[in-house]
């Protein structure tokens, strides 16, 4: 009985981030690694380098971002809080902008959206800003948790060339 607020919570929220004016378009990439290893050694997921696990996605020089999905993304608040630096690669530069945000996953079934996923907001007139999911924190502590998404730009990807008409 109890664990029904938090999915009461989750799809109040969804629903906000479905239908505010303020919502904006958004397209959902994740990192694959291209590279193979040779022994076919894996840990955690990721082909191993010579025997060793690889520590942050920042390791590998042989990826690419596929596309995931489409989404509708709700910037909520700014993110004031700190980041679990125990937990790999999740270090920001000192005075980077961090924001939470409701990110709703469009399609059926809704895809996973998880941590270091690109977001490729689009605000309108072909301007598209990326983000990149640093956390995801929970709102309420009560089984199956609600999801909020701390995103930071990624100014290397941005694209603020409105479209020519």
């Avoid at 981030?17 to 955690?44: C, D, Q, W």
């Avoid at 020089?61 to 489409?70: P, S």
């Avoid at 790999?88 to 980077?96: E, F, K, L, M, Y």
């Amino acid at each position: 009985m109890i664990n029904q607020i938090p999915i009461k919570v989750m799809q109040a929220s969804q629903t906000v981030a479905l239908r505010h004016p303020n919502s904006m378009e958004a397209t959902i990439y994740r990192k694959v690694f291209n590279r193979s290893n040779p022994t076919g050694e894996v840990m955690g997921g990721v082909p191993t380098l010579g025997g060793l696990g690889v520590l942050t996605p920042d390791d590998e020089d042989q990826y690419e971002y596929k596309e995931i999905g489409d989404a509708k993304m709700l910037i909520v608040s700014r993110f004031d809080g700190e980041l679990d630096t125990t937990d790999r690669h999740d270090s920001t530069v000192p005075g980077a902008d961090m924001q939470e945000a409701i990110i709703a996953a469009l399609g059926k079934p809704p895809f996973e959206i998880k941590k270091y996923d690109l977001v490729a907001a689009m605000p309108g007139g072909g301007v598209v800003i990326a983000f990149e999911i640093l956390k995801l924190p929970s709102t309420l502590n009560i089984y199956p948790f609600t999801t909020k998404y701390v995103i930071a730009p990624r100014d290397d990807l941005h694209n603020l060339t409105p479209w020519q008409g």
